[in-house]
């Protein structure tokens, strides 16, 4: 399918820059969704509005098989743009720092390239335009106003800056951490700075619980096991003479089993709770469970390694080692088969390689062929398979 994402390669190219040069935030979508569906329309593909700013389209196969579902997520981030592009951000404090301008861009230029082969489908095709994966949020969202409603087996893209173009990971089991978010509200007893033994300094108790949180992954887990204990934010303190009475830190909890995801909520509320109470200070701990990790079925990973070696060659399927990185992708893994498939974008001859969610983050425009070309050709490879 190549040859026939290379006849779409400027039309996605196109859509990309537009996309790119009006980014939108999670749940903030509207004209990100409304392109979509004005995209589907002049395909003639069926579609509808759901979870406020997703869109799903539908294309009915030639021949009777199973439904697989493509998604692809269009929100961008709070960061402003440093890249000096002709598509530059052209919305203040917005910019799409993580690809998926290029996600939603090679959905479309791939539901075009089905729709016009549709009679040789062996099934049915579902497009998912989802929002706010930023927020781990809309994949639920979808789920809950029926996305997955018929559907057999997903695949999902990520354009990724941490892998050359032209390479392509497909690998089962593991690819994405789970992600949950945490507060801690440390109350102590606040007093005058030049007299601390009146005081129970909330400051250094939550910096006590920092230093002690990072023991989890260092004497509580296995080494064999990655997790990462991070807080991102320490708020306490109102000027240089005054002993805080209270604290606030949040932070991030990863790993890859759900096994060790409770350990890591116990670890964290015990170690918390016990260094407050050997301060003579309180805690109120509010643990909030985000996203699953992304877990690829074995099944829809060989098929799509075939697959990869059908538009690129066997040597461009590569392994990559997975990441503590998060997407809500897990959402439907855990409930249909499928897979999240990660095509490179770097070319360090072109330009210098920036990470996700940098504000010179960029794609190697050459990688939207790729993704285009892997969507179709998974497509047929699943829905022949299962004839």
């Not at 930023?134 to 979808?142: D, Q």
């Not at 509010?286 to 829809?300: F, I, K, L, P, W």
């Amino acid at each position: 399918m190549i040859k026939e994402a290379l006849q779409q390669e400027e039309y996605v190219r196109s859509l990309r820059r537009e996309f790119h040069r009006y980014p939108e935030p999670s749940w903030g979508e509207e004209r990100t969704a409304s392109r979509v569906e004005e995209e589907l329309s002049a395909m003639g593909i069926e579609h509808q509005r759901i979870a406020k700013t997703g869109v799903i389209g539908f294309i009915r196969g030639g021949k009777p098989g199973k439904t697989l579902a493509l998604r692809a997520d269009m929100d961008a981030l709070e960061i402003i743009e440093l890249n000096d592009l002709a598509f530059k951000s052209e919305i203040e404090g917005m910019m799409h720092g993580c690809g998926h301008d290029g996600h939603t861009a090679t959905l479309l230029g791939a539901a075009k390239i089905l729709q016009n082969k549709k009679e040789e489908l062996c099934g049915n095709i579902k497009l998912i335009f989802q929002p706010a994966e930023e927020y781990v949020e809309g994949a639920k969202a979808m789920i809950a106003e029926g996305c997955l409603d018929g559907v057999d087996a997903i695949l999902g893209i990520h354009l990724w800056a941490n892998l050359p173009t032209g390479v392509v990971s497909v690998e089962a089991g593991p690819r994405m951490a789970s992600s949950d978010n945490f507060i801690i509200e440390v109350t102590g007893k606040g007093g005058h700075g030049a007299m601390p033994h009146q005081t129970v300094d909330a400051v250094v108790v939550g910096a006590a619980i920092v230093r002690d949180l990072q023991t989890i992954a260092s004497r509580k887990s296995s080494p064999l096991d990655p997790v990462v204990v991070t807080i991102g934010r320490f708020d306490g303190g109102t000027r240089f003479n005054v002993i805080s009475q209270a604290a606030k830190l949040e932070g991030t909890a990863r790993c890859f089993t759900e096994e060790l995801r409770d350990d890591l909520e116990a670890h964290i509320k015990l170690i918390a709770n016990e260094v407050a109470k050997s301060y003579r200070a309180s805690v109120k701990i509010d643990y909030s469970r985000g996203v699953a990790a992304v877990q690829n079925h074995e099944s829809c990973s060989t098929i799509a390694a075939g697959s990869v070696a059908k538009i690129l060659s066997p040597e461009a399927v590569q392994p990559m080692i997975k990441t503590t990185g998060s997407e809500d992708m897990a959402e439907y893994l855990l409930r249909v088969p499928g897979l999240i498939a990660f095509v490179g974008t770097a070319d360090p001859q072109k330009a210098e390689i920036f990470p996700h969610h940098n504000p010179r983050f960029d794609l190697d425009e050459d990688s939207l062929v790729h993704s285009t070309a892997l969507y179709v050709q998974f497509a047929f490879d699943f829905l022949n398979s299962h004839q």
